[in-house]
């Protein structure tokens, strides 16, 4: 392999990469979510999310409803909402917020023996405010939000975006998620993490902020 390399701009790298993606692409992606699934591939360098996807039905236009209308964001750790773009997402009037180390959710997750996951999930629910939940670390966080959300004691989310990384309950509890009657974009299996939520977030407010709504 040569060693050889040219330099560019940072646009010219973010052009080259996904005409690389799009080059590579095992078969092609379903249109209305292309864009969200090149820019999860070319956050992780894994092509294994062309399938692993999943998108409810006319997800793409209800997420931009949302955040045209400031719906918050909710993420289940400092890193995603560290890698979510503010600028473009201030121009659409909505914000990123993350619970997890509020002291409030500290403390209710040691009296509980539960993670801070699931109790930043109640305290969000608490608020009574309809939230767009990205979720990259905690299975707890999504199988917080199944139970809620079935007992009726929450605002429905407007979409949930459930891409939690690892091993013990995280394909169950994006499969619960998948059940429920809100809209979803889920990372199916075991793969995930606080970079691609934060990926998919940032492909969706890239769209809203280009999209004149119907």
Avoid: W
């Amino acid at each position: 392999m040569s060693a050889e390399y040219k330099a560019l701009s940072p646009a010219e790298i973010e052009k080259l990469s996904f005409d690389m993606i799009e080059a590579e692409l095992p078969h092609s992606a379903d249109p209305r979510y292309s864009h969200i699934i090149k820019r999860v591939i070319h956050t992780t360098a894994d092509f294994d999310y062309l399938d692993n996807l999943c998108f409810s039905e006319n997800v793409e236009k209800l997420a931009a409803s949302a955040l045209h209308e400031g719906v918050p964001i909710v993420t289940d750790t400092r890193m995603a909402k560290a890698g979510i773009s503010k600028a473009a997402l201030s121009k659409l009037g909505s914000e990123v917020l993350c619970f997890m180390s509020d002291e409030d959710v500290a403390l209710a997750a040691e009296q509980s023996g539960t993670t801070r996951a699931a109790c930043a999930i109640s305290k969000a629910a608490a608020m009574q405010r309809r939230f767009i939940f990205a979720i990259g670390n905690a299975p707890t966080a999504l199988l917080r939000l199944h139970e809620l959300i079935s007992q009726g004691k929450m605002v429905k989310p407007a979409l949930i975006i459930g891409a939690p990384v690892g091993f013990v309950n995280v394909v169950q509890s994006k499969e619960l998620i998948m059940q429920l009657d809100v809209p979803y974009i889920v990372a199916r299996g075991r793969k995930g993490g606080s970079n691609v939520a934060a990926a998919i977030c940032n492909a969706l407010i890239y769209d809203a902020v280009g999209r004149k709504l119907e």
